[in-house]
């Protein structure tokens, strides 16, 4: 069987505007090499990419952005990929299946991190999609993650990949070093408690709505869809 004819993957793209990154050149610079991409090595498979901006001014919550994005999906989907706007494939297996797998992985003090994951959607569901608590940059994927490996599913590392990322712009990542910490220190208190470790957290996609689907189009190898969610209407932040 062909695996990537059977594959049937949302590329869910979670962005918002910040000081010193242009994420929206970016983004149309990822659609563009995306499309090329699957368009060379696809082999049949249907992609559709839904790029999800957050529109308030709150701060940055990919957790809440892709459980938002996941739960606009309208079509057909056999896993869920959280993509990157800096991160540009060279050469990867997009139609992996397992319950979770990091597509893009680095080691950081013996701790794999990855700015590419791909999730069985049913798997995905199971767990409650990511949590919608870790305001600010981190944490939220060290929490799914143990979601996953709470419930049983198997958890990928495609060390093969090859991708091309973006440099880092020291600036604007210093700007969200005080909420990784926040985010670090919330973490632990949700999984290394007696409750924690056996529950962790619980909150995740559905408690929020759809993000609103604003634009459509179609490329040569797939279909992008432009989503928009003011985050301050369903959640609470509490800095």
């Known amino acids: 069987m062909n695996l990537a004819a059977t594959a049937a993957p949302w590329i869910i793209v979670p962005y918002k505007e ?16 995306l499309d090329r991409y699957f368009a060379k090595y696809g082999d049949g498979m249907v992609v559709n990419m839904l790029a999800v901006k957050q529109v308030d001014s709150l701060p940055w919550n990919a957790g809440a952005l892709i459980n938002a994005g996941v739960h606009a999906i309208n079509g057909p989907c056999t896993h869920v990929i959280n993509h990157a706007t800096d991160t540009y494939p060279i050469a990867v297996n997009y139609g992996r299946l397992l319950g979770m797998s990091l597509l893009t992985p680095k080691k950081v003090n013996g701790v794999y991190y990855s700015s590419v994951v791909s999730f069985n959607y049913d798997a995905f569901m199971v767990v409650n999609g990511y949590s919608n608590q870790y305001w600010g940059w981190g944490s939220e994927d060290a929490d799914i993650l143990l979601r996953f490996q709470q419930r ?38 949700a999984w290394n408690t007696p409750i924690g470790k056996s529950t962790g957290t619980t909150d995740g996609i559905f408690d929020l709505k759809p993000a609103t689907i604003v634009d459509k189009f179609d490329r040569h190898s797939m279909t992008v869809q432009l989503a928009e969610i003011d985050l301050s209407t369903v959640l609470v932040y509490c800095p």
């Open 18 to 33: 910040q000081v010193g990154v242009d994420r929206i050149l970016q983004l149309h610079a990822l659609i563009n090499k």
């Open 152 to 189: 049983g599913f198997a958890i990928g590392v495609q060390t093969q990949n090859k991708f091309r990322e973006l440099p880092t712009n020291d600036a604007a990542f210093a700007l969200h070093r005080d909420a990784a910490v926040r985010n670090h220190d919330i973490f632990l208190k």
